[in-house]
């Protein structure tokens, strides 16, 4: 008999359950609040997590003031990367004859770690990780390579 | 030829009606369960566009099941394999045409009932039907030539046998109140009202223990999840371990027309079945005094839906009870049916004839 009540006190949880969540689902059905309830999904392409603010994702080239690239293709990204996939090649700036400047920066996002040790070995600021886009995701690898123009625009 | 003619009639809606309720059970299952576990369930699938939250789900459960490869084991018992989902599905949708789901009507000066097998024997129809359809499960098990889908076959077979005693026990409680084997006279005498008129004479007021163990003992027939030992999908596999795409179809429906089944039952012996309170043959009489006339085929809607509206109350509160308890070992099960349900409903039995006998 007790473990009838119990029972039956089961049933009562999943009961309030259920009638507390279609509450708001017949709510948001007729859009007159936006509230959830206790329902925790999240409909993933067309509502998105937010990203914690220090995460580590896709990286960026940075600009300076006049549009050139801060990067100075000093290499030491490339040095700290532990899985090697930042190839870098160097050409002198012609407009500013003492400045190197990057021929080639490409990051290989398919063998990176995202580790972020580039970005803290960057002496001018140049590379950071923080484009808050987590699809990093192609049907074929060369697509995960990145060279400037895709590093710089986010 | 009329008569020809009425059957199949009554054959092609009544099975639409009661294959289209089971396309929505899996649906509400999905999303009952969804909504009990704080999830929003299955939303995607789309027409044009139109995603209605889930409506066509079914449909695309349905499609994916009937396109999926249907690969037989070279070591099956052939006959015996292919045999088994036929009999799960038939023998579970076969007694859903005995239930009466509105009252019987006069047409063309010709008595029509309002169920495919207007049988005056529909309670031991439907009870022999159920019985036999164990067959699918042991030919399932048995027929798979695998150790654990025989196990499992075996585990069915024995917890199937031990509940249908404690069912038909508390069947007969109710047989005894309402003493007709005919269903729809046993819907019929559910359309009386006690206390001055205002509380109808529902099987569950007069028989609330037999309703009860009913319940249970059908939840173990249906061999759902309190009492899921025969399939235990994850872990303990179940009868159906060597079947795929739409052979495991017809099993899985199977099921959930047993769960039809199951519900339709209990609103036919419990809930009053078709009677909506106080409508009877000719329209509404309220104990307040009012009434309305109605027509008999409007008194046979009114019926009809108000048979759907108790039906889908009794398949929520079925599947609620299947996401909500966890499953009984062995043991516990084969005591609740044998020391508990069973005692039970034959004292049930006994304090119900004693008081009909001192009644009368």
């Not at chain 1, 063998?111 to 990780?129: I, N, S």
């Amino acid at each position: 008999m007790r473990s009838f009540i119990e029972a039956v006190k089961g049933l009562g949880i999943t009961t309030r359950h259920f009638f507390v969540n279609m509450y708001y689902h017949i709510l948001r059905f007729f859009h007159i609040t936006g509230e959830k309830g206790e329902t925790v999904t999240i409909q993933y392409p067309e509502e998105k997590r937010e990203t914690f603010p220090r995460v580590r994702l896709r990286h960026r080239l940075l600009k300076r003031e006049d549009g050139r690239l801060r990067c100075v293709a000093c290499y030491m990204c490339a040095t700290a990367c532990p899985a090697q996939c930042i190839y870098i090649e160097a050409e002198e700036d012609p407009e500013h004859p003492l400045e190197k400047k990057p021929k080639h920066f490409v990051i290989d996002l398919g063998k990176c770690a995202y580790c972020g040790f580039c970005v803290e070995a960057c002496p001018e600021d140049a590379l950071r990780m923080d484009v808050h886009i987590p699809e990093l995701s192609e049907y074929n690898r060369n697509e995960l390579i990145y060279d400037i123009e895709e590093l710089t625009r986010w | 030829m009329e008569w020809a003619i009425a059957i199949a009639a009554k054959v092609v809606i009544i099975f639409t009606w009661a294959l289209l309720t089971v396309l929505y059970i899996t649906l509400l299952e999905r999303k009952e369960s969804a909504v009990i576990q704080d999830r929003i369930g299955a939303n995607r699938a789309s027409v044009l566009g139109l995603r209605l939250n889930g409506f066509f789900q079914p449909y695309a459960d349905a499609l994916k099941m009937f396109f999926k490869e249907d690969y037989i084991p070279p070591f099956v018992d052939k006959p015996f394999y292919l045999l088994a989902p036929v009999i799960a599905l038939f023998f579970a949708l076969v007694p859903v045409g005995a239930i009466p789901v509105a009252d019987s009507i006069t047409l063309f000066g010709k008595k029509f009932t309002l169920s495919v097998i207007g049988s005056n024997v529909g309670v031991v129809l439907i009870l022999s039907l159920l019985s036999l359809a164990i067959y699918g499960v042991i030919f399932g098990g048995y027929g798979s030539r695998n150790k654990y889908g025989l196990l499992g076959g075996m585990r069915a077979a024995a917890q199937i046998i031990s509940y249908e005693v404690a069912l038909g026990l508390s069947i007969i409680g109710v047989l005894l109140v309402f003493p007709s084997l005919d269903l729809n006279e046993i819907v019929h005498m559910q359309n009386r009202y006690i206390l001055g008129g205002w509380v109808p004479l529902w099987g569950i007021i007069l028989q609330p223990l037999a309703a009860i163990l009913f319940l249970i003992a059908g939840m173990a027939e249906n061999k759902r999840v309190p009492f899921d030992l025969p399939e235990g999908e994850s872990e303990i596999i179940g009868y159906f371990l060597e079947y795929s795409g739409m052979k495991f179809g017809m099993f899985f429906v199977g099921d959930f027309v047993e769960i039809l089944l199951l519900a339709a039952l209990f609103t036919t012996f419990f809930l009053g079945g078709y009677n909506f309170p106080w409508l009877f043959a000719d329209g509404f009489h309220f104990p307040w005094g009012n009434s309305i006339a109605l027509s008999p085929i409007a008194v046979r809607i009114v019926q009809f839906i108000t048979f759907n509206i108790k039906l889908w109350i009794m398949i929520w509160f079925l599947l609620l009870v299947r996401w909500t308890y966890p499953r009984y070992r062995y043991d516990q099960l084969m005591d609740l049916g044998w020391k508990s349900l069973i005692p039970l409903s034959i004292f049930n039995i006994i304090i119900t004839a004693g008081i009909m006998a001192v009644i009368k």
